[in-house]
């Protein structure tokens, strides 16, 4: 498996995902499909992390390219123009990720608690900055990279970060409310996401074509496209 397969598998499993959601949001297997794309995000990333020649210029191209998909992200998934970066889309999740991973490396020599505890505050900022899969999105990141050549503490770390994220809330809610939303019930799945590493573990160490800069506007594409076929959908319903 290389990181052009793995790639690909990311954004097919992501792009099913968006469909269900805004397209067919009667068919919740879709959604089940996309709950796999995020953790072959997390990891591409710690892996582009230690095969690039420049960190700024890759940290330079994620902030570029969130940019540039925040007007579409936004269409979808926010309040368009009014609230435009009160969610930020996943490529603000990676570039925080990727800062992360620089400041664990850079602190690590030192002291690895203290270098986790930086971690941790990126991921905070993610979190209070509301970008996609919050502060489990960049310690995802982080853990892939800090165990990137341990696979029992891959599976152990990934799914400890998303056990925590999504089913803690779930049951205190429940507990507390005797209750359990629609919107919850990706939440209960997501922790299976890390399934995704059995992929992951097939990595052979080779990159396959570089095609870079297709992945990186395939994003805002993909979300754009959808948007327009969703307004041209409910266009022709109404009228």
């Not at 890390?194 to 870079?212: D, E, F, R, T």
Request: charged residues 10%; glycine residues 6%.
């Amino acid at each position: 498996m290389t990181i052009l397969l793995i790639k690909i598998i990311a954004i097919i499993t992501m792009t099913v995902d968006h469909i269900g959601l805004f397209l067919f949001p009667t068919m919740p297997s879709l959604r089940l499909i996309g709950r796999f794309s995020f953790p072959f995000f997390a990891w591409l990333i710690a892996s582009g992390e230690q095969h690039t020649k420049n960190v700024k210029k890759y940290a330079m191209r994620l902030l570029l390219f969130g940019l540039i998909s925040q007007i579409p992200y936004a269409l979808l998934f926010a309040d368009f123009p009014h609230a435009i970066f009160s969610k930020l889309n996943i490529m603000f999740t990676l570039l925080l990720g990727l800062i992360s991973i620089q400041l664990y490396k850079a602190v690590a020599k030192k002291s690895k608690y203290l270098a986790f505890l930086f971690v941790v505050l990126v991921a905070v900022f993610g979190e209070v900055n509301n970008v996609s899969y919050g502060a489990a999105g960049v310690l995802s990141i982080a853990l892939f990279y800090i165990y990137f050549n341990n696979k029992l503490m891959m599976w152990l770390t990934q799914t400890m970060i998303f056990v925590a994220y999504y089913w803690v809330p779930i049951a205190y809610g429940i507990i507390m409310f005797s209750s359990l939303y629609a919107d919850q019930l990706l939440g209960l799945v997501q922790p299976f996401a890390v399934l995704s590493i059995l992929v992951i573990n097939s990595y052979n160490g080779k990159q396959g074509k570089p095609i870079k800069l297709f992945f990186y506007l395939f994003y805002p594409l993909h979300l754009l496209v959808i948007y327009l076929i969703k307004v041209s959908v409910l266009n022709l319903w109404l009228f």
